[in-house]
């Protein structure tokens, strides 16, 4: 096929061209923006979180008015549940992940340092936390109960006491100390004093997207016992999620039965927290789809119509090529050929106007930048529509007896 007759007869076409040009362009540009966004939206809510989702629940409470004896109180509660059958474990703590609220804490490696190493979010729990929460430790050691600290005494004012050792994720301890053994290190965040790595754990989510992706596991756990009144987080891991309905009926009755004067704000399985957590996530993905489909949808229709009126406005032409010699194959090629042309044209301009869109988004709303391998997935996908769009008009063209085209004009 030669592509000399084909460039000719699109110099001559200009303003047809050039709509297909433009057409194809703008549904690249968009289409390979819309691809990267449902990725990247994805890629979120598939997010390794650390924890054992399936088997944990989660009972929030509050109390009404003050309460001088919450911690004696946070300990009945916690032998209360770990007492319920089918109940692993339970732990309190200040915060729980798949939540909007988080602590946090700038963490140093140096006391005289004026700007951070990175901020991490604090959770705090006893030596039974990792255990309900199903943290995998990948280096180091639990809690032991010497090292557990009480809030009250970390609270009071002017207190020294402070946590000397702590947990944190992997993605922190390679941030803070890249290659090196984290076991044994030091940095500062909580008081004067350095506190002393003493465990590693594989993964551990942040409660909320504070710092953005990249830091979305800077994560530690300080050795603090606290009281329901913080946070009034109650986690309990059950040994079968079949029981998990089971468990929090029971758990609410023994809250109730230990003391009459608290709320009970939420029960939920981390399931139900986590699909409610990424909730805008998952709509906007749908909504990227449909945005692709219509798109995709018109696109391919306007190259239809466009086709169709190409072809007719050249039925001369093609009845004389087929009064040459030229076979239905030839014509159907040349169609097609021409419209691989203009869509690879389209798709330059396209390819362009997704980085200025990226460049776009990245400066208002914070985006990453569009990888490249979202290009070659956009060009694939525009090039086979064109394909199949301009099949029937070619079909049809070649389809024209020669006598019927050159009288028809």
Known sequence: MEIRPILSTLRRHKTAAALIVLEIALSCAIICNALFLIGDRMTQMQRVSGIDEQNIVRMQITGIGTDDNAASLTQTDLASLRAIPGVRNASVTNQVLFNNSSWNSSVNLTKEQTHQNLNSTIYM????????????????????PDDIVEWDEVNKPNSKVQPHVAILSKSTTDKLWPGENPIGKQFYSWGDDPTRVVGVVEHLMRPNRNGGPGELEYSMILPIRVPFTVGGNYLIRVTDPSRRAEVIAAAEKAFNHNASNRILLEKATVEDMRRDYFRDDRSMAWLMVSVCVALLIVTALGIVGLASFWVQQRTRQIGVRRALGATKGQILRYFQTENFLLATLGIVVGMILAFGINQLLMERYELPRLPLLYLPIGAVVLWMLGQVSVFGPARRAAAVPPAVATRSV
């Open 125 to 144: 729990g006893d030596v039974s936390f990792l255990d309900t929460l199903g943290l995998k430790l990948v280096a180091g050691r639990n809690f032991s």
